[in-house]
């Protein structure tokens, strides 16, 4: 077991040992709270709980513990810690506090020397996101809608047009995502999506997955799988007779974009 690792479950023990030592409390007083600094802690301090007989020694163990978790902490690296906090998908303004990037914001925040680690944080979360949504069968016509492509984009000029938006830039990355689980259950052979494409997918969409298949070179056996072209078909020129194979075929070979009639994909 890695150094890392072990120190990683040592902690996790301890922090479960705190748990258990720690002697829920309740307030015995419905008096008001102070705000601000003071948040919690009652304007009365006249109704103290007793102490029992174990209590000095329950905190004597108590702060040991949260010393000893305290001194294994500094010495994980943080590219452990990162990876455990991943496991717990942690949020954003989680992984800035704790790399002390908190109420940061423009070159104050992309000047910091833990940037790079937030930016690899949130790639690797969004990764781990998409894989698993592609895994449980989330079209990509879905996360079309869901960015609102569908209302903004109605025309092969108008996504031309949008391909270097933040928005086609996650829906690129989900088909991506999305193609690559598709070819690992092929290549499985023990089980494939029911589904390659939505029965709600408009022309539009599935024009913009052909740009995506062009961009990232799919191959072509692929493209006619997803499509219902069938993966023996070795004519060309019937392949280009469908509109989405077309467009693929004209983005991954750099040719002039040129119209051919809407066609309606077979899901």
């Known amino acids: ?129 998409m894989r698993k949504r592609a895994r449980q069968g989330l079209s990509t016509y879905s996360i079309w809608k869901s960015k609102g492509l569908d209302a903004k984009i109605t025309s092969l000029a108008q996504l031309q047009a949008s391909l270097k938006s933040e928005k086609f830039q996650f829906y690129k990355r989900y088909v991506v995502a999305f193609d690559d689980n598709v070819d690992t259950l092929s290549h499985s052979g023990y089980y494939q999506l029911s589904r390659l494409v939505d029965e709600d997918a408009t022309e539009m969409e599935m024009l913009a997955r052909a740009q995506v298949w062009g961009e990232t070179k799919r191959p072509i056996h692929h493209v006619q799988e997803i499509l219902g072209l069938g993966v023996y078909e070795k004519d060309t020129a019937i392949l280009l007779k469908n509109r989405f194979f077309n467009h693929y075929w004209e983005v991954r070979y750099n040719l002039p974009i040129t119209y051919v009639p809407p066609t309606r994909p077979r899901s």
């Open 1 to 129: 077991m890695r150094l890392h690792h072990f120190l990683f479950v040592t902690l996790a023990i301890l922090l479960a040992s705190t748990g258990a030592l720690t002697k829920p409390t309740k307030r015995l007083s419905d008096d008001p709270v102070v705000p601000g600094r003071n948040e919690g802690r009652s304007l009365r301090i006249t109704n103290v709980p007793e102490k029992d007989d174990n209590d000095d020694v329950k905190e004597e163990r108590a702060n040991f513990i949260s010393s000893t978790i305290s001194k294994i902490s500094s010495k994980i690296p943080i590219g452990a810690k990162l990876s455990w906090w991943q496991q717990w998908h942690k949020d954003e303004e989680f992984i800035k506090m704790k790399l002390g990037m908190q109420g940061l914001k423009g070159e104050a925040l992309t000047k910091h020397h833990n940037y790079p680690r937030l930016v690899g944080y949130l790639e690797t979360a969004e990764k781990n996101w």
